[in-house]
């Protein structure tokens, strides 16, 4: 669904005109919906680990704390217990709390267990790595829309664009917004797009792994230490 007909039908079903336009339109009512359509979006997308904006991001690590490039152009949020050292097999732990890194760097001890922090829209690890071990983590993108040539945006910018996340779910924020936004009655329109949502994020997860009480994951074990599989002795 195109980005204009998403904002026709949020039209149609809100009983006003049917917009010949909306991206660049001079019309107040088409230019409020275009806003509420770009409000709903970064909310959808910030509110839940869409699968389909879950990406992958490798890296070769340099000999510095901060990792140059390591955060990719569209990153919004880490996915936890991801980031792997993929040369050495073992878990990058993190993110770590400010006074945890300030810690690391305070210490005498170099440790062996590798730990990364976000700071001022960079990627830091600590101990330095060696400059050649290759890494990865996946993250949650910003970029819920694109373009008719498929690429990727965090932002509606033309009457083409299409959604990444479910359009209709994003027509129903549209609505219950406008109808808020106008001071009129938006509880059954809130309510029947909360039950959207909760359906489509149902339907994304995919199903979930089983969880055991009183057990650590496989990951938090590994603290204590990680040994990688197929790394016994004989």
Same mark, same amino acid.
């Not at 039908?9 to 001079?26: C, D, F, I």
């Not at 050495?88 to 210490?107: C, E, L, N, T, Y």
């Not at 008719?148 to 359009?167: C, F, K, V, Y």
């Given at each position: 669904? $195109?980005f204009l007909?998403?904002i026709q039908?949020?039209?149609?079903?809100?009983?006003?005109?049917?917009?010949?336009? $909306? /991206?660049?339109?001079?019309?107040?009512? %088409?230019?409020?919906? %275009?806003?509420?359509?770009?409000?709903?979006?970064?909310?959808?997308?910030?509110? !839940?680990?869409?699968?389909?904006?879950?990406?992958?991001?490798?890296?070769?690590?340099?000999?510095?704390?901060?990792? %140059?490039? &390591?955060?990719?152009?569209?990153?919004?949020?880490?996915?936890?217990?991801?980031? !792997?050292?993929?040369?050495?097999?073992?878990?990058?732990?993190?993110?770590?709390?400010?006074?945890?890194?300030? !810690?690391?760097?305070?210490? %005498?001890?170099?440790?062996?267990?590798?730990?990364?922090?976000?700071?001022?829209?960079?990627?830091?690890?600590?101990?330095?790595?060696?400059?050649?071990?290759? /890494?990865?983590?996946?993250?949650?993108?910003?970029?819920?829309?694109?373009?008719?040539?498929?690429?990727?945006?965090?932002?509606? &910018?033309?009457?083409?664009?299409?959604?990444?996340?479910?359009?209709?779910?994003?027509?129903?924020?549209?609505?219950?917004?406008?109808?808020?936004?106008?001071? !009129?009655?938006?509880?059954?329109?809130?309510?029947?797009?909360?039950?959207?949502? &909760?359906?489509?994020?149902?339907?994304?997860?995919?199903?979930?792994?089983?969880?055991k009480m009183?057990?650590?994951?496989?990951?938090?074990?590994?603290?204590?230490?990680?040994?990688?599989?197929?790394?016994?002795?004989?």
């Open positions: 669904m $195109a007909q998403l039908n949020s039209a149609k079903r809100l009983g006003l005109s049917n917009p010949a336009s $909306a /991206y660049g339109s001079t019309d107040n009512q %088409v230019v409020q919906l %275009v806003a509420l359509a770009q409000e709903e979006g970064i909310e959808l997308a910030e509110g !839940f680990d869409w699968k389909v904006l879950t990406k992958e991001k490798t890296f070769t690590g340099t000999a510095a704390d901060v990792q %140059v490039s &390591a955060l990719a152009s569209d990153y919004d949020r880490h996915v936890p217990e991801t980031f !792997f050292n993929r040369t050495q097999k073992r878990p990058v732990f993190g993110p770590i709390s400010p006074q945890d890194w300030q !810690f690391a760097q305070s210490i %005498v001890a170099t440790t062996i267990i590798e730990s990364f922090r976000l700071r001022g829209g960079s990627l830091l690890l600590t101990p330095i790595p060696n400059g050649t071990d290759s /890494y990865a983590y996946e993250y949650i993108s910003n970029q819920w829309c694109q373009s008719n040539t498929s690429t990727a945006q965090s932002a509606w &910018a033309a009457d083409t664009d299409t959604g990444i996340l479910p359009e209709e779910l994003m027509t129903q924020g549209v609505i219950w917004r406008f109808l808020k936004a106008k001071g !009129f009655d938006y509880a059954e329109a809130f309510r029947t797009y909360e039950m959207s949502k &909760a359906r489509w994020q149902t339907k994304d997860g995919g199903g979930k792994r089983t969880l009183g057990s650590h994951s496989s990951y938090n074990r590994a603290r204590a230490p990680f040994i990688a599989e197929g790394s016994w002795p004989l």
